[in-house]
């Protein structure tokens, strides 16, 4: 089932995130929705907190990029609970990041070529990798979702200011998008 993706400025993008058990609820269920949702929206990766799950996990796909980076071909992950080790000595590449929680914005963001990850799969399965080149900057961007982060925290206040107008239409739900969303809600008082 395609979900609504939650657009910045909802509170679901800033709020902490907790670890997924073995016994959350349909977790198989909101593994194959995140699929279909990300596939849907013509995105690469997708985290829960962009299907408003404070849960700490992210699905991956950057197959569809193998014609242009053949080292991407049938790169396919199911992340739960992941662990992201920045390799600090390694060099840093700025490049253009979009997001589903954020369209129409794409900004050059400057991320370490080289990182070190853990996680579970579906399975339960236990992982360990070291990731480099496009590969890290995706699994840092979706990571970021589950650190109360989005891309453009990575921007200069000089970068963030040129793109106020767009982000405040976004929040004021004054952008089109090809997939559904939901938009800011103001929290109601009690």
Known sequence: MVLPIYLYGHPVLRTETHEV???YPDLDKLIQNMKDTMYASDGIGIAAPQVGKSIRLIYIDVDVLKDDMPELAGKKFVLINPVITVDQTSKTISREEGCLS??????SV???DRIHVKWQDENWQEHEEDIEGFL???FQHEYDHLEKTVFIDHLSPIRKQLIKAKLMNIVKGKVSCDYRTIG???LKKK
């Open 21 to 23: 058990t073995p016994d």
């Open 102 to 107: 954020l369209p129409g914005i794409h900004e």
């Open 110 to 112: 400057t991320r370490h």
């Open 136 to 138: 890290a900057r995706v």
């Open 184 to 186: 800011y809600k103001p």
